[in-house]
């Protein structure tokens, strides 16, 4: 059952927000506020990790503010909310929870039923109003609500989405830039398990001002159930039913021990993914600019909410752009994105 302290009218204003959380989310300072300590703990399994950030790498600067009100719908009371809570399974996230997500301009909003979320990026504030049935399912609360909104006000504050995977080697990392079946997932995964860092599984998050930064929020691996055929040790995994909706294999990068995740590299290069199955993997240099351009081309809904976004493919592809031809072999593939991170230490 949900703990929370219920509002004492409809629209839920009153509902007070004496549990709170602070957390530095990308190096940025990150308030949560709630009426309920089941949102909070929730908050610490998603972002907690990043308590352990160094303190000169936290900017000096307001917080970003996500409140959380835990409400039930209109007409219905607590203590029925609380009888229908014991009828859900919150091991699992619930793949009907959904959310319509809309923007325009610097303002956001999603729903799904009862569940409302809004947000003024520009502001760095947020608000959501959830029932307590989606805090009673952990994922989905994390991953639609929590993560969504955190992660939304902090692309505002110079950190900049890009879709791709990042490995770090030596210092630096390595951008993975591909199409959703290029592979980017199954190589991070192979590389973790070879001993190089995982920075981001799918989302890097830029930085430019004050000189380049990149920022990932390394929690969890997620590949396709045909991925027990390559990697033995995952035979015994069972697929399941994630927040998005799709069935992954979820493997915890933490068991690879604290030293395999990465927070953040001052120092990148720009890798295209491109499948040559049946041939031997090979890496090129290429132009920068066609690697910026292959950037762009990845925003997808979302990635395309921030004018900074060139500037920052640019930034990235000067500091070194090439082409990985991800042949039949694994191993030789990251045998090459190691050499390419160390041939360019400092």
């Known amino acids: 059952m949900i703990d929370f302290t219920p509002a004492g009218e409809p629209l839920g204003h009153s509902a007070p927000l004496d549990q709170r959380a602070r957390l530095p989310l990308l190096g940025l300072p990150l308030e949560i506020r709630s009426n309920s300590a089941a949102v909070i703990a929730a908050a610490e399994r998603s972002f907690g990790h990043w308590r352990g950030l160094e303190p000169e790498l936290i900017e000096a600067t307001e917080p970003l503010i996500v409140t959380i009100v835990v409400h039930p719908p209109a007409g219905s009371h607590a203590a029925q909310a609380a009888r229908r809570l014991l009828k859900l399974n919150t091991q699992h996230s619930t ?192 132009d920068p600019q066609d690697a910026a351009d292959a950037i762009a081309r990845q925003r997808e809904a979302g990635f395309d909410l921030h004018q900074g976004a060139p500037a920052v493919a640019a930034a990235l592809s000067e500091r070194g752009a090439y082409r990985l031809h991800l042949g039949r072999a694994l191993d030789q593939a990251v045998a090459l994105l190691r050499q390419l991170a160390a041939a360019h230490e400092e």
């Open 95 to 286: 793949p009907n929870t959904q959310f319509t997500q809309r923007a325009h301009g610097s303002c956001f909003l999603a729903a799904s039923g009862a569940n409302l979320l809004t947000a003024q990026m520009d502001r760095g504030v947020a608000l959501g109003f959830v029932t307590p049935e989606l805090v009673a399912d952990d994922l989905a609360l994390r991953y639609h609500v929590i993560e969504c909104l955190a992660l939304l006000l902090a692309s505002w504050r110079d950190r900049t989405p890009v879709h791709a995977g990042a490995v770090v080697h030596a210092g630096r990392a390595v951008l993975l830039v591909g199409t959703s079946t290029a592979g980017k997932s199954t190589l991070c995964y192979a590389c973790l398990r070879a001993g190089l860092q995982l920075l981001a599984e799918d989302v890097v998050y830029v930085g430019l001002r004050g000189g380049l930064r990149l920022w990932g929020n390394p929690r969890s691996i997620h590949l396709l159930p045909d991925a027990r055929r390559l990697f033995p040790e995952l035979a015994d995994c069972t697929p399941e039913i994630q927040a998005n909706g799709k069935r992954k294999l979820a493997i915890d990068v933490a068991a690879f021990g604290a030293d395999r995740v990465r927070r953040y590299a001052d120092r990148a290069a720009v890798c295209l993914i491109q499948r040559h199955a049946g041939q031997a993997s090979a890496i090129e240099p290429i």
